[in-house]
Structures are given as structure tokens and as C-alpha cells.
């Protein structure tokens, strides 16, 4: 009799464990699918904030709820003409500017300049500056300007902005191609960390 009681939980729990399996991957699709995603780093247009082979975790929730900030790092498509792939390639930068944003380089100081309010941006990659060269935009409603840390490295808002020919729509990303937020570090373990606002966006004013 006691064999009896014991097998029939054994039984059950086998028989029930391809269906905890299956729920366990539906569940791991969706959130992959609609709340967080993990990327590689492949080049170094974000060095130092994050460097080649670097895991970052992106959040692709927040932006159903409201518009990318100034400061916060992002993943999105890429258009055809950043990334020269008709597929489609992700790429991750940092959003400089959005809808209404007036953009100038640079100050006296050699800094961006962001609705009359200069910007000290300590993530830039030593020896970088701001920009390559001089320029002045206005931001479209919908999009973003986005750059990368590694200034010299990156393509970016500023690069396809001289590359069209001063066009501002090709410059810029279209808020809805924005597939989330990068709000951390997890791999490697020794350079885990949180990608927060830097304070210095904090007194930026609106347009």
C-alpha cells in the first residue's frame, strides 16, 4: 500500500513536466518578445561606457509607456542607410537630443549646447571631442539625435547629418524604431554596472 501511495505522485509529476516545460518557454519567449532582451556590444562607438563583447540588458517595455529621455541609452533598428543592411541591424546609442531640441556645436568650451544650456558629457571617450565640426539642428517631433560616447568612432546622428548633406530626417531616429532601453551591465561580471541618466542632462530645459 505504500508503494502504491508513493508511485502515483511520481507518475503525475512526469506527466506534468512537459507541460512546466512548456509553460517555462512560453513565458521565456514572451518576455523576450515584449519586456527585456539581452544584446552584445560588436563595435566600439560606446567605448568607455560599454566596450566590444560587452552584455547589456534592454528594457523594451518603458517605451510603451513614454517617450526615450535625453541621456538614456538605447537599442534601435537601424534605418538601411546607417547600417547598409536590408535586413535590418540594432544599434545601441546614446540619445542626445529629442523632438523640439535645438542642438548646437559647441561652446567656448568645446560643449554641446542643448536649448541654450551647455552640456558637460564626462562619458565621452578620452581624447574625443563633442563633435567633429561645427553644426546646428533642430530636432523633428518623433525623433531623436543620437550619438555615440566614442565620438570618433561612431555612426552616428552627427556622421549621417553631413553624409546626407545637412538632411535632419535622416539624421534622426524615428521614436518607433526604438526597440528599448539599455539600462544595464550583466557580462562580464567584473564590469557589471547600471546605465543611469548622467546628472548632467538634469538641467537641460525643454524647447
Partial sequence: MIDEQTEKPRSSFWKELPILLGVAILVAVLVRAFVLQTFFIPSPSMENTLK???????????????SPHRGEVIVFEAPTEWSGNPDGEDFIK??????????????AQDRLVINGRSLDEPYIYPGNKPADQDFEITVPQGRLWVMGDHREASGDSL???????QDITEATIPEDQVVGRAFTVFWPV???????VPKQFDGIPNP
Fill in 190 to 196: 567584473s564590469r557589471a554596472t547600471w546605465l543611469t
Fill in 94 to 107: 546614446r540619445v542626445i537630443g529629442v523632438g523640439g531640441d535645438h542642438v548646437v556645436c559647441c561652446d
Fill in 159 to 165: 556622421e549621417h547629418w553631413q553624409q546626407s548633406g
Fill in 52 to 66: 566590444i563583447d560587452d552584455r547589456v540588458l534592454v528594457n523594451k517595455l518603458v517605451y510603451d509607456f513614454r
